[in-house]
């Protein structure tokens, strides 16, 4: 017999652990380490959330949280939780449940499943933007807690949140939730599941009061700066991490030390300062001060300029300080440059159009794309592998050679990056967007 473990909550049954007798089994399939928290394992059927579909090859990539699943579909795949399968693009992020068979090393969908937990979410407990800034402001007892895991919610989250990431609940519930079961505890996470889990799990605790922000951190970040951690700093000056720290305290008060790698622009020149930062709106700028509430409007300033990821750090640089984190000396620089780290898998779109003027010998381009679309414009030289039948080509590849991957936007290039991974195979793609107009490539990069 299975042991099942579970409760009640507002008349629906939710079962949260499902520990089958130990037996013999098929290799256990692809499942987000979020997903184990309420559900068993099923044969031939992965869960994890929604990184990128391509309608073109009819592939999906399911990020598993180990890895990357790409999966294969065809226009008679049953759906549930969908109107057509053109609505799957809308849920990036969410979480799916895809029932797959293995043909020839390869996963073709039979399945896709969108979970919709907020079924069960009274429509009054879900906040809007408005309604959280109202919130706390209120004077109210109100506690803000992320869901996200502690590795992202350190880099930047609502400004006073708490991290109760869903993955790790029912060990850090009873150290983060209050005594009081009045108190107005809103979660958050960037509009996946997460949140909604840990809705369910709070009000199954007795909490009278749990909202949920389902929009998230990409719709607070449209008119609000956000809150990074000590922690998350540190580590970005070990690792150079890409950003920009501005320094936004008067210059006379620099002979005390800075943080490294921190700029100077004094807050009461900061208004007039806009043309020194970076042209990438998308760069990730952190300021601090000696002043927490000057941090907090240096930060909304410049995010009125642009920059939707900006943070401030939540203690004045003399706490830095008393905590031994690390101080420069000296003069900061004036002049702000910021390099992004590129992500994992990526080539760079400089060396990328420096080697297809002269395709080396040892280099293999893959445009993964339609043959369509290959031929209605490729880079001389490239092979054509769809990312359909990439896996399935992946033995006849050199083994001696650098293999570069490329698509229209990126998104079939890091699918097909991720296929070869996978498999063992090294290889690099063009996060880009890529056209071929009247013989000539434009390449921007996204």
Not at 203 to 224: E, F, M, S
Not at 349 to 357: A, D, G, T
Not at 385 to 399: C, F, G, N, T, Y
């Amino acid at each position: 017999m299975s042991k099942v473990k579970g409760f009640l909550l507002m008349g629906v049954p939710l079962i949260f652990f499902l520990q089958p007798e130990a037996k013999a089994q098929a290799p256990t399939p692809p499942m987000h380490p979020l997903c184990k928290s309420c559900h068993a394992p099923q044969p031939n059927t992965m869960m994890g959330f929604l990184d990128q579909i391509s309608y073109k090859n009819r592939v999906i990539l399911l990020d598993v949280g180990t890895h990357k699943e790409l999966v294969k579909f065809s226009e008679n795949v049953k759906l549930s939780g969908l109107k057509d399968l053109d609505e799957i693009r809308m849920y990036r992020g969410r979480g799916f449940t895809i029932v797959y068979e293995e043909k020839k090393g390869e996963k073709h969908a039979s399945a896709i499943n969108r979970f919709d937990v907020m079924k069960i979410i009274p429509k009054e407990d879900v906040l809007t933007k408005k309604d959280v800034e109202n919130l706390l402001t209120s004077g109210k007892k109100v506690l803000v807690l992320d869901s996200r895991p502690p590795h992202v919610y350190q880099e930047n989250h609502i400004p006073n949140a708490k991290n109760l990431p869903a993955p790790a609940f029912e060990k850090v519930a009873p150290k983060v939730l209050p005594e009081d079961k009045e108190t107005i505890i809103v979660f958050y996470d960037i509009g996946g599941c997460l949140s909604p889990i840990n809705y369910l799990q709070t009000k199954a605790r007795g909490y009278q009061n749990v909202k949920l922000y389902l929009a998230g951190l990409p719709d607070w970040v449209q008119t609000n700066p956000t809150t990074t951690t000590t922690d998350f700093l540190n580590k970005a000056l070990q690792e150079k991490i890409g950003y920009v720290l501005v320094d936004l305290r008067d210059k006379e008060k620099l002979k005390d030390g800075f943080i490294p790698t921190a700029v100077s622009v004094p807050f009461k020149e900061l208004s007039k300062a806009s043309k020194l930062f970076p042209e990438k709106e998308t760069a990730f700028i952190i300021v601090y001060s000696d002043n927490l509430e000057e941090a907090k409007k240096g930060a909304q300033l410049i995010h009125s300029w642009g920059y939707k990821k900006t943070a401030y750090l939540p203690i004045p640089f003399e706490e830095w300080a008393k905590r031994g984190l690390p101080v420069d000396k000296g003069t900061p620089g004036t002049k702000i440059v910021f390099v992004p780290k590129p992500k994992p898998g990526t080539i760079s779109v400089e060396e990328f159009q420096k080697i297809i003027k002269a395709i080396p010998k040892d280099v293999l381009i893959i445009d993964v794309r339609t043959p369509d679309e290959f031929k209605a414009g490729h880079i001389k030289g490239a092979l054509n592998i769809p990312v359909e039948i990439l896996s399935e080509k992946a033995q006849e590849l050199p083994k001696d050679k650098r293999i570069l991957i490329y698509c229209e936007t990126g998104i079939r290039a890091e699918m097909g990056y991720t296929a070869l991974k996978n498999l063992g195979i090294n290889s690099q793609y063009l996060d880009a967007r890529v056209k071929f107009e009247n013989g000539k490539i434009d390449i921007q990069e996204n």
